[in-house]
């Protein structure tokens, strides 16, 4: 069985561009999750969808939005890139819903803001 | 505001020793408790997960124990290997409020031949 996958792995983009980062969860899956990592600042909780529909959001601003698709598979997109926006972003797909159920993370799409 | 602490944030031991990871979090009112390993500049790997009504999980080398009521949980390592060298994190997730899991920053863990 196929893991998350996530596209691209890597990126580099120029600050005040927009991006589009994409996740596929495991076959099955219904939940996708978005997590943020820096060393700084840790794993900080993006948002998650359920069945195309988001059911939370961490605290981040609204330049960061996501969708999900009816064949499970998830996009986000962080508008008018920052600096501190350099950071890995990893996705989670669970059977059930969100962290009540046992999360698989994919391998991360690492952005770096120049 | 649930916030999660992992102590030590970085251990090294002799291959074979058997060691304890620890994890505390402020908010005993959990869902659950996931602990994962990340190798360096990848995603992470999902070890074990305690319902918030189990004690203990094992699989393998692993055993993790959950204490709710003290607000922690141990991570239990026999036998170490130089593969076990890794970043072990624990997450939480909180009872009425957001659904979300809560990290603790790690403990970066080396295992020397």
């Known amino acids: 069985k196929a893991g998350v996958t996530q596209t691209p792995r890597y990126l580099i983009k120029t600050r005040g561009q927009q991006v589009t980062l994409s996740c596929s969860p495991i076959?099955?899956?219904?939940?996708v999750s978005w997590y943020q990592q820096t060393p700084g600042q840790g794993l900080q909780f993006l948002f998650e969808?359920?069945?195309?529909?988001?059911?939370n959001k961490g605290n981040f601003p609204g330049r960061f939005s996501g969708r999900q698709f009816s064949n499970s598979r998830s996009e986000m997109n962080v508008s008018t890139l920052e600096l501190g926006d350099s950071a890995l972003y990893l996705c989670?797909?669970?059977?059930?819903?969100?962290?009540?159920?046992?999360?698989?993370f994919g391998p991360g799409t690492r952005l770096t803001v120049l | 505001k649930q916030e999660v602490t992992q102590i030590p944030a970085a251990l090294s031991v002799p291959e074979g020793e058997n060691l304890v990871l620890n994890c505390s979090f402020t908010?005993?009112?959990?869902?659950?408790l996931q602990w994962f390993r990340q190798d360096p500049g990848k995603g992470l790997t999902s070890l074990l997960l305690?319902?918030?009504?189990?004690r203990e999980q094992t699989s393998g080398r692993l055993n993790a124990s959950l204490d709710k009521s003290s607000g922690r949980s141990t991570l239990y390592i026999a036998a170490s290997q130089p593969g076990d060298s890794a970043t072990y994190l624990c997450?939480?997730?909180?009872?009425?409020?957001?659904?979300?899991?809560?990290f603790g920053k790690g403990t970066k863990l080396t295992v020397n031949p």
């Open positions: 989670a797909s669970s059977l059930g819903l969100g962290p009540l159920d046992e999360q698989f």
């Open positions: 305690i319902q918030s009504s189990q």
């Open positions: 969808y359920f069945s195309e529909t988001q059911r």
């Open positions: 997450a939480v997730v909180t009872q009425g409020g957001s659904e979300k899991l809560v």
């Open positions: 076959s099955g899956h219904r939940s």
């Open positions: 908010d005993s009112a959990i869902y659950n």
